[in-house]
């Protein structure tokens, strides 16, 4: 299927309204390219819930801090292009960053209590650029469904109550995490791995699926399964834990005792080398 590129506002308004004129639902996929599996069960889904699909494809300045990877993100947009047509987006939003914040450009999202915690605590003002870039291309595509990964757990929770505190008429949808034959969840940053830190990267969901099991045969004391996280990522010598978490998924807060009425987030985040990596289980 031919995708169509855009990378300025007037021609991707024109191409929207085209597409409502003729009664077509829309559907969003944000990301930041270097487009993976987890990126095309996004798309795929949001082909097959919405008429005309727009993937939008920008490496968000403001979410980086002064010394993360913005430079050296990976930006492939040829094999982006090809990869957005076969799962059958009908087009590709690609700004230049002088288009999403003009030099004068002044206005930021917070949602407060849910982007200082987690992975807020060790990459401050990063889910400040999120909710920006998010809120700005939800107004510039006005879509029925967006589509996100629950490998950003955080991410979608922010998401989803900026949405409600700010009355934006989208339906947010969030899609299962996906991973690799070993369990290592998909994600554009595992290709800056060495064979070794990717071997060793396993871990993380190794961690996740222990202590859920831990959870289900009967432990209530939240301390104890973080401390099943803790123990199994020591036990690989190349990872650095930045966090192990058990928290209400709910209000992302860090919990004391876990029971059946209320949702669970376990999560993590480990360095390997110079790469940071998260990953999370939901416990229902
Ligand atoms: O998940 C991502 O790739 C980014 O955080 C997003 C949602 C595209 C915003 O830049």
């Known amino acids: 299927m031919k995708t169509t590129l855009v990378t300025d506002i007037a021609l991707l308004r024109h191409a929207i309204a085209q597409a409502r ?8 996929v944000p990301t930041m390219g270097a487009l993976h599996a987890g990126h095309l069960s996004l798309i795929k889904a949001a082909r097959a819930e919405t008429d005309f699909v727009v ?58 209590g849910l982007q200082d915690v987690l992975c807020g605590a060790s990459r401050p003002g990063h889910f400040r650029g999120v909710a920006t870039v998010v809120l700005k291309l939800l107004n510039l595509v006005q879509p029925d469904r967006a589509y996100f990964g629950q490998k950003d757990a955080q991410q979608v ?8 505190d700010l009355n934006v008429p ?26 070794e830190e990717r071997r060793q ?21 939240a301390a104890v399964v973080r401390q099943v996280m803790v123990e199994q990522i020591a036990s690989v010598p190349g990872a650095v834990l930045d966090y192990a978490a058990v928290v209400d998924a709910d209000s992302l807060q860090a919990l004391d005792r876990i029971d059946a009425e209320r949702p669970v987030l376990l ?12 990953d999370n289980l939901l416990i229902r």
Do not use: W
């Not at 002064?66 to 492939?76: A, I, L």
């Not at 999560?267 to 998260?278: D, M, N």
């Open 21 to 28: 004129r003729s009664g077509r639902t829309i559907g969003l």
């Open 55 to 112: 993937v939008s494809i920008f490496v968000n300045p403001t979410q980086f801090g002064p010394k993360e990877d913005f430079n050296r993100y990976p930006r492939p947009l040829e094999r982006d292009l090809e990869l957005c047509g076969q799962a059958g987006a009908d087009l590709v939003f690609h700004p230049q960053p002088e288009v999403m914040y003009p030099s004068d450009y002044r206005t930021f999202v917070e949602v407060t």
């Open 157 to 164: 929770r922010i998401v989803q109550q900026m949405v409600r």
């Open 170 to 195: 989208v339906e947010i949808r969030v899609c299962p995490i996906v991973r690799e034959a070993d369990g290592l969840a998909l994600s554009s940053r595992n290709e800056y791995l060495e064979a």
């Open 201 to 221: 990267a396993t871990v993380l969901h190794r961690a996740l699926t222990k202590a859920q099991r831990r959870i289900e045969a009967g432990e209530h004391d």
């Open 267 to 278: 999560a993590l985040a480990v360095r390997f080398g110079s790469t940071r990596l998260i």
